[in-house]
Nanobody
């Protein structure tokens, strides 16, 4: 059974940092490109970041570039998103998604972890 389970979300003050994780099981994690996607309250899905299968290539949305860092540990089947200098606009439900083709087609989704940035 394929599972992507996000964790690590919470309430953080503006300017603070948070690291969210995504634990994968039920498929060969190292064969999949991975993404972080978020959904702010009342808004649509926004792609945040991408990492290739071995972690050598990463991409970021302009809105998070320079503040967020995506990484993965294939030995632990885990994806990470380190978020620094957080802003209230970063408040959202953060999802991880698995992409076999690497063409931004999402094959698997997690249930999301809530990140709230507020004073």
């Amino acid at each position: 059974q394929v599972q992507l389970v996000e964790s690590g979300g919470g309430l953080v003050q503006p300017g603070g940092s948070l690291r969210v994780s995504c634990a994968a099981s039920g498929f060969t994690f190292s064969n999949y490109y991975m993404h972080w996607v978020r959904q702010a309250p009342g808004k649509g899905l926004e792609w945040v970041s991408y990492i290739n299968t071995y972690g050598g290539n990463t991409y970021y949305a302009d809105s998070v570039k320079g503040r967020f860092t995506i990484s993965r540990d294939n030995a632990e089947n885990t994806l990470y998103l380190q978020m620094n200098s957080l802003k209230p606009d970063d408040t959202a439900l953060y999802f991880c998604a698995g992409d076999y083709s690497g063409r931004w087609g999402y094959d698997y989704w997690g249930q999301g972890t809530q990140v709230t940035v507020s004073s």
